[in-house]
């Protein structure tokens, strides 16, 4: 128990990173090693999915480089539908950012959710580095 030990107020308003029975544990820097796994936590917020007929759901991934905007990975559009529990207006995503195919630099991951029939969110960025 990481808590055991700290005071009540500097834990309170936290909430674990949980999806599919998986905690992830934020890192304390936006560096990372190329030989090291890499996770990306992220949430869904969904009024609608505790409605009758909750909508599909899906995301895409994209990793550009910082400086020229190219484009380096792109994960394409895949559903997250399995992640949706029954009830539930967020949707708890963990994912791997492939980083082992990245060379030595800056870069920004952008992810895009989408809900049938095509509304899409905002996006949403984070900018990293590989080592």
Do not use: H, M, W
Not at 12 to 37: D, M, N, T, Y
Not at 96 to 101: E, F, L, N, S, Y
């Amino acid at each position: 128990d990481f808590a055991s030990g700290l005071d009540l107020a500097s834990v309170q308003g936290r909430k674990a990173l949980v999806a599919r029975s998986v905690e992830i544990i934020p890192a304390g820097s936006s560096r990372f090693q190329r030989g090291e796994p890499c996770l990306a936590f992220l949430e869904i917020y969904e009024p609608l999915l505790s409605g009758p007929n909750p909508p599909k759901l899906s995301l895409q991934i994209r990793i550009l480089d910082r400086q020229t905007g190219e484009q380096k990975a792109d994960s394409g559009v895949f559903g997250v539908d399995n992640l949706v529990r029954a009830g539930d207006q967020v949707v708890p995503v963990s994912l791997t950012v492939p980083i082992a195919t990245l060379s030595p630099g800056g870069y920004r991951l952008e992810v895009k959710a989408t809900r049938s029939p095509g509304t899409d969110s905002a996006i949403r960025l984070a900018d990293f580095d590989v080592q």
